[in-house]
């Protein structure tokens, strides 16, 4: 199945974990290979770091927040134009270029 979601799209949390669901935000990467998606503001995952040297810097010790990775499954596009998340088709506009639309408005998400 071809990946429809990029970079920079607000996707919409539709399963998962009870945290996330119904979370908004926008992917930040997206791994086709391995149907990940990683999405601003969900998944966050906690890592305890220890003072380490880097390049001559030392960095603080404490917790750092990242953002974890999603299966693809469990996110939807959101529409920009009726804001709901959808699913996306493609269409081909008049010179034959495809492009993503939205199924529930036909909208032009591209
Ligand atoms: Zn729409």
Redesign the pocket.
Known sequence: MKVKIRKGDVVEVISGSFEDKGKRGEVIKVSPKKSRVTVQGVSIRKKHQSQVQTQGRSMNPGIIEFEGSIDISNVMVV??????P?RVGIQRDEDGLPHRV?K????KID
Request: hydrophobic share 10%.
């Open positions: 529409c920009p134009s009726c804001d709901e959808t939205c529930r408005c036909e909208a």
